[in-house]
């Protein structure tokens, strides 16, 4: 079989993509993949590590409001479709699958026009512009909060779940004493703030660091390249007792994930769908920089079973972080978010992705 795969920007778009390509790889070794993406996005960097082909389209994003940029996005778009079109006849794919972001739009666009069929998935409760945009054309619509089914043509959508959650459940757990420092008997709280990092999250745990001790938990704290060095030197620069290992970006997060006791995070919807696959109590502080708050609704979903604690940005602080682990990990509530994580996490994501895109090939 052979797979054209394209979604960009950030991590929580990409990830979902290679996850299944992993997948495909392991029941159908002799498959062959297209991976189109930007050369200044996030993939540029992550896809050629796993070997994939990769070739790449020059798009920009829609501004929500009108304005010129706009008239200079729909010129980059046509000539995105058009190069897109010429990749497609080479490559010859059975199938496109498109996990989101700008560069799916004319990728996928390209696909449907030339009779390819085409699977786009959409990872959050409310979808972004280009999945909505391309939900026309697709052959079908996979999505991973029932939520966002309002939004999709009803024929057409089905609900898979994130296909990350399968490739974390599958992971091994790594030694974070000997990869990271950290140490022994003593639960381990991941902070990450998405793919990118994020400053409410790091002021935050800087303002709870005199307070934390080392007597429930320690802390790996993942930062974003970006903020890395800022980060670090603010937290040498505390005086705390609680045991802190900081990286800027990690790229084994599935043993990580598989390894760790609880997560303090934004609410990508990638991270989310990994953490309830692998049952983890969360603490989330959605980013509500995005498109219609999606992040909220994505951590709401986990805080309605009892997953996850939720908190706005404007109401996040230390002493708040300070309370959440000392409910998680003294009064003994990770326990019972654990199971609730679990309860609605979709490890079988892949095999359910996999039968819609056999199916969108039989259909066509
Ligand atoms: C600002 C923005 O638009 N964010 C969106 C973006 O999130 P973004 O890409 O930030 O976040 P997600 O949390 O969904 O995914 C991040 C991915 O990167 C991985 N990771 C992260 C840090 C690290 O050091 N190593 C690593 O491998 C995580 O395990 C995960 O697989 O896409 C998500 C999925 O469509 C959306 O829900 C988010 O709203």
């Known amino acids: 079989m052979k797979v054209l795969v394209t979604g960009g920007g950030t991590g929580g778009h990409i990830y979902p993509a290679i996850a299944m390509i992993k997948a495909i790889r392991e029941e159908e070794p002799s498959a062959s993949f297209l991976y189109v993406g930007t050369g200044n996005g996030l993939e540029n960097e992550i896809v050629p590590k796993y070997d994939i082909p990769f070739e790449t389209i020059e798009i920009s994003g829609f501004k929500r409001k009108l304005s010129f940029e706009n008239i200079k996005t729909v010129r980059r778009f046509l000539k995105g479709t058009s190069r897109a079109k ?191 696959a692998l049952g983890i109590p969360s603490i989330l502080i959605p980013s509500p920089y995005v498109t219609k708050n999606h992040q909220e609704m994505n951590a709401r979903a986990l805080e309605d079973v009892g997953a996850a604690m939720v908190h706005k940005e404007t109401d996040w602080s230390g002493d708040k972080l300070e309370a ?15 199971s609730a994580a679990t309860s609605i996490g979709v490890p079988d994501a892949a095999d359910r992705l996999r039968e819609v895109m056999k199916r969108a090939i039989r259909k066509t």
């Open 86 to 276: 010429q990749l497609i006849r080479e490559f010859k794919p059975d199938i496109a699958l498109g996990t989101g972001g700008y560069v799916a739009g004319p990728v996928m666009y390209a696909a449907a026009r030339l009779g390819v069929p085409t699977v786009i998935h959409e990872q959050n409760s409310i979808p972004g512009l280009t999945n909505k945009f391309l939900s026309r054309y697709a052959t079908n619509v996979a999505i991973s909060f029932q939520e966002a089914s309002g939004y999709f043509p009803q024929d057409k959508t089905v609900f898979t779940g994130n296909p990350r959650a399968s490739e974390v459940v599958k992971a091994e757990k790594t030694n974070l004493v000997t990869e990271f420092g950290l140490k022994n008997n003593l639960p381990v709280v991941l902070i990450v703030g998405g793919s990118r990092g994020a400053q409410p999250i790091h002021d935050a745990f800087l303002e709870a660091l005199p307070q934390l001790t080392d007597k429930h938990c320690q802390y790996l704290y993942i930062t974003g390249s970006v903020h890395y060095d800022k980060v670090k030197t603010s937290i040498a620069n505390e005086k705390t007792r609680a045991h802190v290992v900081v990286r800027p970006f990690i790229h084994n997060m599935p043993n990580v994930l598989a390894s760790v006791d609880a997560v303090v995070s934004r609410a990508g919807a990638t991270t989310l769908a990994e953490i309830t």
């Open 324 to 338: 959440d682990i000392k409910a998680l990990f003294q009064n003994g509530e990770a326990a019972e978010m654990q």
